[in-house]
């Protein structure tokens, strides 16, 4: 049964409290005063300003599951418990999903809720302790009593290291193998200062199917190189990965290419630099020099888009029918979930904002690029995109529905839809 959206006596208690609270915070931070502190005045208010946010933190920590339980965080218009609060707390949402994570670990261990609820942890060291929890369920204890000392950052993290490397001595083969299984991953992201960088995790027998055929080819690319050479052998494995993957056999190999799409201006081509809102940008990676951008021109792995202003001036490698038309203009429009706030450039799906049922037209100023998250809330959780690109707004419904109401009207949807196609298909003889 969902939770209705009201609060009780005791909860709008304690709002009131958190609010009273939040005001009095905000007068002090706002006061004129804190500028004309004296150095030993400044340490003082600068530590339990620090003590406040820590217990701040903790709050959120032990009601974010609550949250994410009932589902209410769509209430607000956001897509994702992360969504929401990576908006409450002003961080990315991939920091955001950590915390949850924690969150929820923290809320099954007794003595770690516990220590929530006295203020102790930070979000850093809620996350170490949760994490290192759940590979040593028997390493809580000892890691509070750290915290508890006001041991380092750096002390703490070297206990916790040392009791995931007991736990690993005694923890079943079968069941390790299991754990790194379920917390496999592949992450990436585009580097502020340039380039890509990522990290994994897999299991060992996993990563041997690929090892060996990466690391021949590194080793032959190293070889051929020659002792004159200056690059490192992690170079040659980098460039090992990215012709293993692109090509599908290394040096000589064949297979086909992976095609990427570089969306650019013609102005910015023709400078050899961007100006203003200009793009340069390979689709799902992020912007890239006009300088590599020319250097991509030549490559034949690649699909073009070149803009002038605000309409496409030629797509080239692809058909030019008029859906796949307007599909490169949203592409070139909406370069991230137009959803206010969201900023998602992943996953990102065409919606029509009067929909199509309802008789809207399949045109540029009736379609938009939601992230699928997004795109769900709108679709099963009646909230809808008004206004137009550079201005939309995300209205709310009248009543809006929780997490798990929206997953229950997708479930449906789905079954109708595939009951749906089994009733078109012909019977067989």
Same mark, same amino acid.
Not at 92 to 102: C, E, M, Q
Not at 361 to 374: G, V
Not at 403 to 414: D, L
């Given at each position: 049964?969902?939770?209705?959206?009201?609060?009780?006596?005791?909860?709008?208690?304690?709002?009131?409290?958190?609010?009273?609270?939040?005001?009095?915070?905000?007068?002090?931070?706002?006061?004129?005063?804190?500028?004309?502190?004296?150095?030993?005045?400044?340490?003082?208010?600068?530590?339990?300003?620090?003590?406040?946010?820590?217990?701040?933190? !903790?709050? $959120? @920590?032990?009601? +974010?599951?609550?949250?994410?339980? %009932? *589902?209410?965080?769509? /209430?607000?218009?956001? =897509?994702?418990?992360?969504?929401?609060?990576?908006?409450?707390?002003?961080?990315?949402?991939?920091?955001?999903?950590?915390?949850?994570?924690?969150?929820?670990?923290?809320?099954?261990?007794?003595?770690?809720?516990?220590?929530?609820?006295?203020?102790?942890?930070?979000?850093?060291?809620?996350?170490?302790?949760?994490?290192?929890?759940?590979?040593?369920?028997?390493?809580?204890?000892?890691?509070? !009593?750290? $915290? @508890?000392?006001? +041991?380092?950052?750096?002390?703490? %993290? *070297?206990?916790?290291? /040392?009791?995931?490397? =007991?736990?690993?001595?005694?923890?079943?083969?079968?069941?390790?193998?299991?754990?790194?299984?379920?917390?496999?991953?592949?992450?990436?992201?585009?580097?502020?200062?340039?380039?890509?960088?990522?990290?994994?995790?897999?299991?060992?027998?996993?990563?041997?199917?690929?090892?060996?055929?990466?690391?021949?080819?590194?080793?032959?690319?190293?070889?051929?190189?020659?002792?004159?050479?200056?690059?490192?052998?992690? @170079?040659?494995?980098?460039?090992?990965?990215?012709?293993?993957?692109?090509?599908?056999?290394?040096?000589?190999?064949?297979?086909?290419?992976?095609?990427?799409?570089?969306?650019?201006?013609?102005?910015?081509?023709?400078?050899?630099?961007?100006?203003?809102?200009?793009?340069?940008?390979?689709?799902?990676?992020?912007?890239?020099?006009?300088?590599?951008?020319?250097?991509?021109?030549?490559?034949?792995?690649?699909?073009?888009?070149?803009?002038?202003?605000?309409?496409?001036?030629?797509?080239?490698?692809?058909?030019?029918?008029?859906?796949?038309?307007?599909?490169?203009?949203?592409?070139?429009?909406?370069?991230?979930?137009?959803?206010?706030?969201?900023?998602?450039?992943?996953?990102?799906?065409?919606?029509?904002?009067?929909?199509?049922?309802?008789?809207?037209?399949?045109?540029?100023?009736?379609?938009?690029?939601?992230?699928?998250?997004?795109?769900?809330?709108?679709?099963?959780?009646?909230?809808?995109?008004?206004?137009?690109?550079?201005?939309?707004?995300?209205?709310?419904?009248?009543?809006?529905?929780?997490?798990?109401?929206?997953?229950?009207?997708?479930?449906?949807?789905?079954?109708?839809?595939?009951?749906?196609?089994?009733?078109?298909?012909?019977?067989?003889?």
């Amino acid at each position: 049964m969902d939770m209705p959206h009201v609060e009780s006596g005791a909860g709008s208690s304690l709002r009131g409290q958190v609010q009273e609270a939040v005001d009095i915070l905000r007068g002090v931070v706002g006061s004129p005063g804190l500028g004309v502190l004296s150095g030993d005045e400044a340490y003082g208010v600068a530590n339990l300003l620090g003590e406040a946010a820590q217990v701040a933190n !903790a709050g $959120v @920590a032990l009601v +974010a599951p609550v949250v994410v339980a %009932a *589902g209410n965080f769509t /209430r607000g218009g956001h =897509a994702s418990a992360a969504d929401w609060l990576g908006s409450v707390c002003g961080s990315s949402t991939s920091v955001a999903k950590g915390r949850l994570v924690a969150s929820a670990r923290a809320a099954q261990i007794p003595e770690v809720a516990k220590a929530l609820q006295e203020g102790q942890l930070s979000p850093d060291q809620l996350k170490l302790v949760t994490e290192t929890a759940a590979v040593a369920p028997e390493s809580s204890g000892p890691l509070l !009593a750290l $915290v @508890a000392e006001g +041991a380092s950052h750096g002390a703490l %993290a *070297g206990e916790a290291n /040392r009791q995931r490397a =007991a736990a690993r001595k005694i923890e079943d083969e079968r069941q390790m193998r299991q754990r790194v299984h379920n917390g496999r991953h592949l992450r990436w992201r585009q580097d502020p200062n340039g380039g890509i960088r990522g990290d994994f995790w897999c299991d060992e027998v996993a990563w041997s199917k690929v090892n060996g055929r990466l690391e021949a080819e590194t080793q032959a690319r190293w070889k051929a190189a020659g002792s004159g050479d200056s690059t490192s052998l992690e @170079a040659h494995r980098m460039d090992a990965f990215i012709d293993l993957m692109s090509s599908g056999g290394g040096k000589g190999g064949g297979g086909g290419r992976n095609r990427a799409l570089l969306v650019a201006d013609v102005a910015a081509l023709h400078r050899g630099t961007t100006e203003g809102d200009e793009l340069c940008e390979i689709e799902g990676v992020g912007p890239v020099s006009v300088q590599a951008a020319r250097e991509f021109l030549g490559d034949a792995s690649l699909q073009f888009v070149i803009k002038d202003g605000q309409d496409i001036k030629c797509v080239t490698g692809t058909t030019r029918t008029i859906p796949q038309r307007l599909k490169m203009a949203l592409l070139v429009r909406d370069r991230q979930c137009v959803r206010p706030s969201c900023g998602n450039t992943k996953r990102l799906e065409i919606d029509h904002q009067v929909p199509f049922k309802d008789g809207g037209p399949t045109e540029l100023n009736n379609l938009a690029r939601l992230c699928s998250d997004c795109h769900d809330l709108k679709t099963y959780g009646d909230w809808d995109l008004q206004g137009k690109p550079g201005h939309f707004e995300w209205v709310a419904p009248a009543n809006p529905p929780t997490a798990g109401q929206i997953a229950r009207r997708r479930k449906v949807a789905a079954a109708k839809a595939k009951g749906g196609r089994k009733q078109n298909q012909p019977r067989r003889a």
